[in-house]
């Protein structure tokens, strides 16, 4: 008998963590981050691989901008239905890949490619004051973009381009310029390579901005 309960016990165990891990799997409007710990990296240890999204970048930035208290009523809408709509992404990406075996790279790289969509959809990123837009370029640092490599840069660059075509030219190239203000060079010019590329060709007006703002933020090193 006593064999019997403690194999019920186990039993009961096993079922409660399936049942966290399922309910963690399960996108909801609550700003929990546990999606990244509890569902992708139990069950499929993604941190491990390349690009590091799940268990470092998603849970970072997820925790990051869920504890901002600063932003205005604005800023903390967007930071809400962003947050949601990337967990909500990369939900969709575990279920459509996790196997077994789970597919990492797949899962990653869906929800890298998320980012863009979700910061600019109803209330946008680029429709946001000055003060909310330095506060998210202080919680972002453009050395994690960069370590996921040319998906990340690309998705950033889309991003400010987007804004370019939401707000106008003018207020775009503004929200680029405080975006990237205390980022790196490198990183810098590879944003606005990146929105460069994504333009259209007739975008002439667009293209000639991110040149100027490249030549202003991300200038070459002059070597004596």
Same mark, same amino acid.
């Given at each position: 008998m006593a064999l019997i309960a403690i194999i019920a016990l186990v039993a009961l165990v096993a079922l409660a963590s399936t049942a966290t891990a399922q309910t963690a799997c399960t996108s909801s409007q609550t700003l929990s981050c546990a999606l990244y710990t509890d569902c992708i990296e139990r069950n499929c240890n993604c941190a491990a691989g390349r690009p590091p999204y799940s268990g470092t970048f998603g849970l970072k930035?997820?925790?990051?901008?869920?504890?901002?208290?600063? #932003?205005?009523?604005?800023?903390?809408?967007?930071?809400?239905?962003? #947050?949601?709509?990337?967990?909500? !992404?990369?939900? !969709?990406?575990?279920?459509?890949?996790?196997?077994?075996?789970?597919?990492?790279?797949?899962?990653?790289?869906?929800?890298?490619?998320?980012?863009?969509d979700c910061y600019t959809s109803n209330p946008s990123f680029c429709a946001l004051p000055d003060d909310d837009l330095r506060q998210i370029a202080d919680i972002v640092d453009g050395n994690d973009v960069f370590a996921l490599g040319i998906s990340g840069v690309w998705q950033t660059g889309y991003t400010l381009l987007v804004c370019m075509r939401q707000a106008g030219v003018n207020r775009g190239a503004r929200i680029a310029e405080i975006f990237l203000a205390e980022e790196s060079r490198s990183f810098t010019n590879a944003v606005l390579d990146a929105a460069t590329k994504a333009a259209d060709a007739s975008e002439r007006e667009v293209r000639a901005v991110l040149q100027a703002l490249k030549a202003k933020l991300g200038p070459p090193l002059q070597l004596d």
């Open positions: 930035y997820c925790s990051r901008f869920a504890s901002a208290v600063s #932003l205005t009523p604005a800023g903390q809408a967007w930071r809400d239905k962003t #947050l949601i709509c990337l967990r909500d !992404r990369a939900s !969709r990406a575990y279920v459509d890949n996790a196997g077994p075996p789970c597919d990492c790279k797949a899962i990653q790289a869906k929800a890298i490619a998320s980012h863009s």
